[in-house]
């Protein structure tokens, strides 16, 4: 049984930082690849940042320079450093995982998600 756990939202001034945390549970982190998602009111999902197995990352034009993707194998954990978080951030932010050793923020065969956590900035 597979399980991601989001947690770390919270309101955050702009100028402020957020570190979005994900653990998983009954898959391993290192096994495929790892990405944040996020979704505003009447908004699409879309990506925000992955990373592969060997910690090649991945991110979308507006998080370039100001999120940052990593993960903790050893620790089967997944981040998401927000360093500039803006009010357009505001957004639901979901963890995700496809087995697949070779994927993209792209790709099709994310079939693991988190419930998401809440990030507010204002």
């Known amino acids: 049984h597979v399980q991601l756990v989001e947690s770390g939202g919270d309101s955050v001034q702009p100028g402020g930082s957020l570190r979005l945390t994900c653990v998983a549970s009954?898959?391993?982190?290192?096994?495929?690849?790892m990405a944040w998602f996020r979704q505003a009111p009447g908004k699409e999902r879309e990506g925000v940042a992955g990373i592969g197995v060997d910690g090649e990352t991945e991110y979308a034009d507006f998080a370039k320079g100001r999120f940052s993707i990593s993960k903790d194998d050893a620790k089967n954990t997944l981040y998401l450093q927000m360093h500039d978080p803006r009010p357009e951030d505001t957004a639901m932010y979901y963890c995700a995982a496809d087995a697949s050793i070779r994927s993209c923020l792209s790709g099709d065969g994310f079939a693991y998600w988190g419930q998401g956590t809440q990030v507010t900035v204002s």
């Open positions: 009954g898959y391993s982190v290192s096994e495929g690849y």
